[in-house]
């Protein structure tokens, strides 16, 4: 079964910290993805990777950074945290399929972040 | 732009009961189409995922059906039980765009024991 995993299931941080949320995959996956989930907006992709060193930037990059340095991690950092950031952080990682394209989504159990 | 619009936004029904969760996108070109269900704080769980050039995916009870050229699908959930009870969610990747997958805003189920 695959497995994916994120540091902290709850996070409280205050205003202006910097964050980083882990996520870590064991199944050898191309692609790990970093998603905002907030009520009646959805889920909302923050920045991808594809490969080791290599991201994407996702529909709502701003105030986030992202780091991949070994292929089964991936980290998503809050280089000044807001109150705005407060939110459900969900990873997830993929395979890469035919043409470069994401197979099947496999997500974490989510990290719920407070920012006061 | 793609847009993906899940209909009904909530549903109860009686336990034993068959019923379909509707998801419509509006860019016929997509790479995959993918069900999962979330419980309440948590993560979701991959359901189902059919190819663009599949018409169907069956898992137990559930079965997913797509029809790309009118924008479609459905989850189908046979005689539901009470933990049949989340969030249900589609989100479809497609061919334009890069990777982005685009998800629906998503269905609440409850069943009734």
């Known amino acids: 079964d695959v497995k994916v995993t994120q540091s902290s299931r709850y996070l409280v941080k205050r205003t202006g910290e910097k964050v980083f949320l882990e996520c870590v995959q064991d199944m050898d996956h191309e692609n790990m993805f970093w998603y905002r989930q907030d009520p009646g907006l959805g889920l909302r992709l923050i920045y991808f990777?594809?490969?080791?060193?290599?991201?994407e930037k996702g529909d709502i990059p701003e105030g986030y950074s992202v780091s991949r340095e070994k292929k089964e991690r991936f980290s998503l950092i809050l280089e000044s945290a807001s109150t705005n950031q407060t939110s459900m952080y969900l990873c997830a990682s993929s395979e890469l399929g035919a043409g470069g394209m994401p197979y099947e989504q496999y997500f974490g159990p989510g990290t719920r972040l407070t920012v006061t | 732009k793609q847009e993906v619009t899940q209909i009904p936004a909530a549903l109860s029904v009686p336990e034993g009961e068959n019923l379909v969760l509707n998801c419509s996108f509006t860019?016929?070109?997509?790479?995959?189409l993918q069900w999962f269900r979330q419980d309440p704080g948590k993560g979701l769980t991959s359901l189902l995922l059919i190819q663009s050039s599949q018409r169907e995916q069956t898992s137990g009870r559930l079965n997913a059906s797509l029809d790309k050229s009118s924008g479609r699908s459905t989850l189908y959930i046979a005689a539901s039980q009470p933990g049949d009870s989340a969030t249900y969610l589609c989100?479809?990747?497609?061919?334009?765009?890069?990777?982005?997958?685009?998800f629906g805003a998503g269905t609440r189920l409850f069943v009734k024991a």
């Open positions: 990777s594809y490969d080791v060193k290599m991201k």
């Open positions: 860019d016929s070109a997509i790479y995959n």
């Open positions: 989100a479809v990747t497609g061919v334009t765009g890069g990777f982005k997958t685009i």
